[in-house]
């Protein structure tokens, strides 16, 4: 029999479906364990997997697909022929820096010194006051001034006028290595003897007048300071002519010197003077010589300042002494140079003259005592400091053995005059001093300084016209270019003063109260070169009374115009 025609299909169609299905079977991986055979599956696991393929279509982005026509034109890109020539250059250097042009500055207009000014006030208590100052300009190498000064007023009581004139000339040339500088004065002063005792019905006498005439001059050499000088000197002479309308007169010749010269860390000094001087009264003319020597050598290590020397001071008066005296000093900075402790041990011989005395009292009597007033031992010590140029403060504790130390009593026959006595004894003075100064700028300073004293004396009862707590302070405020403002307040406290009775010569103490006077100013400016000026004085308008009998003015105002030139 003949196979059919269908059987070859048929048989074509089963294989090709046994070798797909056979396509299926995935291999295992795992190894086989023994060689030719594999391992035996696992029962109820399927390890079959089946992939289904469809035919590959690439598909290219659209980003990629060129959609221009290639050119099937075979066109040869055109390549010249290049040709390069290599020149040869020298780069020329040139190091020197080329002149700086300067440029021009904006022409600024030149401010018109004004070093020059004049001043005129009037006020109640017919108050007069001028002033005037001259100097030859800004050159600081060469300096010459004049000044001329006027103030008068009159009180309510009878003789209560003061006035007072003074006219100064200095000049002072800076050379390169000295300074050379001298002042001429001359001072006036002119006082009545107003003060009486109102417990004592006197008759109506007019007061005498007294007057104070002082011409004085000074000249100066001195070393400038100069960066690898070690040497430093300075030469000084001053001498003046005193007298009063009672024919008292005084005169006196002063030379100084001082030298140093600094070795590494030590700095040797001498200063050296001599003071010879005249006074002459109705009764008597004696001469008051000091001649004064102080060696001293300076020690600076990084955390102290030690000064070592003596002061001796030879006296040619009434009596001829010698004193050796000590001049120890001791400076520690505490933090960096913002505070430091101080102490030392010195003293010194104060000299009684008729200038100095006039100068304190002006109600002096005639034929005053002339002696010198002795510190044998003054003992200091404190801190002071400052916190930039803002603040700065200092404070002091001291210690004084004083012999013959000087008062002011009234004399018993003329209660308006004061005489001059010395405690002979050893006196002792302790006492507080405090300073602090605030200046935040140009346009705000405020000063401040107390004292407190102890006394006790050796035989006078007290220590006559000395207040045991004074106060003192002063305001400057600068509210804008043209307006600004001042203030001072002084405080004393109660002093005592010794009068004696002419008839039976009994000595007895009078309180004297303390006070305080309160004095304001203020300054505008209304044109360029022209200011408006008022000042009160004594605004509490209480009258009080430094010495005993002698009461000061009360409220006092005045004003006027400052004009610089």
């Known amino acids: 029999m003949k196979p059919s025609i269908l059987t070859y299909p048929l048989t074509l169609s089963l294989l090709l479906s046994a070798s797909i299905l056979a396509a299926q079977v995935k291999k295992s991986n795992k190894p086989l364990t023994e060689k030719g055979t594999k391992q035996e599956q696992p029962k109820g696991e399927i390890t079959e997997e089946v992939e289904v393929v469809r035919p590959y279509k690439p598909i290219l982005a659209d980003a990629v697909k060129i959609r221009k026509s290639p050119d099937l034109t075979n066109n040869p890109t055109f390549k010249p022929v290049l040709i390069y020539t290599i020149l040869d250059k020298k780069l020329a250097l040139d190091s020197n820096i080329a002149p700086l042009q300067a440029q021009k500055l904006v022409e600024q207009k030149v401010a018109t010194p004004t070093n020059n000014y004049l ?11 001028g002033e005037l100052y001259l100097n030859n300009g800004t050159d600081e190498a060469l300096q010459v001034g004049l000044s001329i000064k006027h103030l008068a007023q009159q009180g309510n009581i009878d003789k209560q006028q003061f006035s007072h004139q003074t006219v100064s000339t200095f000049g002072r040339s800076i050379g390169t290595h000295t300074t050379l500088g001298g002042r001429v004065n001359y001072d006036r002063k002119q006082v009545y003897f107003y003060g009486f005792d109102p417990n004592i019905a006197t008759a109506a006498v007019s ?19 100069a960066a690898g000088n070690r040497f430093s000197y300075k030469l000084n002479t001053n001498a003046y002519l005193f007298n009063d309308r009672f024919n008292a007169k005084e005169n006196n010749l002063t030379i100084s010197t001082s030298l140093h010269q600094v070795v590494n860390k030590f700095n040797f000094g001498v200063h050296a003077s001599l003071d010879l001087t005249n006074s002459k009264d109705i009764t008597y003319s004696v001469n ?8 001293n050598v300076q020690f600076q290590a990084s955390d102290f300042i030690l000064t070592l020397g003596l002061n001796i001071v030879q006296e040619q ?38 200038k100095s005395l006039s100068l304190e009292n002006p109600y002096l009597n005639q034929n005053i005592a002339i002696t ?3 510190e044998r031992l003054h003992i200091y010590g404190g801190i002071k400091g400052n916190m930039g140029h803002a603040f700065g403060f200092k404070a ?47 346009a705000f300073n405020l000063t401040g300084k107390a004292q407190i004293n102890s006394y006790k004396m050796a035989t006078e009862q007290e220590a006559w016209l000395k207040p045991n707590l004074c106060l003192e302070s002063t305001l400057k405020v600068k509210i804008t270019k043209a307006f600004s403002l001042d203030a001072s307040l002084t405080f004393a406290g109660e002093t005592d003063a010794k009068v004696i009775d002419p008839l039976n010569s009994q000595t007895k103490s009078v309180k004297i109260d303390s006070f305080t006077d309160i004095s304001a100013g203020a300054e505008c400016r209304i044109v360029r070169n022209v200011r408006l000026y ?32």
């Open 396 to 442: 002091t504790a001291f210690y004084k053995d004083i012999e013959n130390m000087l008062l002011f009593q009234n004399n018993p026959s003329m209660v308006n005059r004061f005489d001059v006595v010395y405690d002979p004894g050893k006196s002792s003075l302790f006492g507080l001093d405090g300073e602090l100064e605030i200046k935040a700028s140009d």
């Open 317 to 354: 008066a009434s009596q001829n002494r010698l004193n050796v005296l000590p001049a120890v000093n001791v400076v520690i900075p505490l933090a960096s140079s913002y505070a430091s402790i101080f102490a030392g041990v010195n003293g010194d011989v104060i000299k009684t003259n008729l």
């Open 119 to 129: 001043k005129a006030a009037i006020g109640n208590f017919n108050t007069s006051q």
């Open 372 to 374: 010198n007033t002795i």
């Open 207 to 225: 007061p005498d007048q007294q007057r104070f005439s002082l011409v004085e001059g000074n000249a100066e050499l001195l070393s400038n300071y």
């Open 288 to 295: 008051n010589h000091i001649t004064r020597i102080n060696p």
């Open 534 to 565: 008022l000042r009160a004085n004594n605004i509490l308008g209480k009258s009080y009374q430094q010495y005993l009998y002698y009461p000061k003015l009360g409220f006092n105002i005045f004003g006027g115009l400052n004009f610089s030139f």
